[in-house]
C-alpha cells in the first residue's frame, strides 16, 4: 500500500494513515460512531440551534417538571458551571424558566415554557426519524443489542461491577 494517494475530489495528496491497534479499541470504535452521529445530528437539526445535549436536557425538564439544576446536572454528568451556563443559553431562547422551589430555598426549579414545549414537540419527532435512519445499518434485535451493551458498558464503568453475559 502506498503511503500517499491521490484524492479525486480535490486533487491534493491524501496520507493513509496506519491505525496500529485502533480498529479493534471499543473506546475508539465508540469515539467515531459518537462524532459520526453528532454531525449527522448537527446537520439534521441545523434549523433548531440544539445540541444532542441541550436536546437531553429539554427532555429531561419537560419529564421532570420542577427538578433542581443540581439533579439535572448529576443526571447529565455535568459539572453545576457547566449547567448553569447550558440552563442560561436555554432562558435566554426562552425555553426554560428558573422558578422558586417549593421545597428547598436554596434551589431553582426547572420548567420548560410553552415555546420549550413546542419546540422539545417538533425535536421529538424529528430524533426518532433520526434514529430510524441511525438504525438502518442494523437489525431491530442488532439495534436493541448495541443498546443494551453500551448500557452494560456504561453501567460497569460507573459502579466498577462485573460485566455478566
Not at 415554557?113 to 426518532?128: C, D, F, M, P, V
Request: hydrophobic share 40%.
Amino acid at each position: 500500500m502506498s503511503a500517499k494517494k491521490k484524492t479525486a475530489s480535490k486533487g491534493k495528496p491524501k496520507v493513509e494513515l496506519k491505525l496500529d491497534l485502533l480498529p479493534g479499541l471499543i473506546g475508539y470504535q465508540l469515539r467515531l460512531a459518537q462524532l459520526a452521529v453528532f454531525d449527522d445530528f448537527a446537520a439534521d437539526l441545523k434549523e433548531f440551534d440544539i445540541s444532542p445535549g441541550r436536546f437531553g436536557v429539554l427532555v429531561l425538564i419537560s419529564a421532570n417538571p420542577g427538578m433542581t439544576q443540581s439533579l439535572l446536572a448529576s443526571a447529565t454528568q455535568l459539572d453545576r458551571s457547566t449547567m448553569v451556563a447550558v440552563i442560561d443559553h436555554l432562558e435566554t431562547r426562552g425555553l426554560v424558566e428558573r422558578r422558586a422551589s417549593p421545597t428547598d430555598r436554596r434551589s431553582n426549579a426547572l420548567v420548560l415554557t410553552a415555546e420549550g414545549e413546542k419546540l422539545l414537540k417538533q425535536l421529538k419527532r424529528r430524533i426518532k426519524q433520526h434514529e430510524a435512519r441511525i438504525a438502518t445499518a442494523m437489525t431491530p434485535a442488532e439495534t436493541a443489542t448495541l443498546v443494551d451493551l453500551l448500557t452494560r458498558i456504561r453501567t460497569k464503568l460507573q459502579t466498577g461491577l462485573s460485566i455478566s453475559t
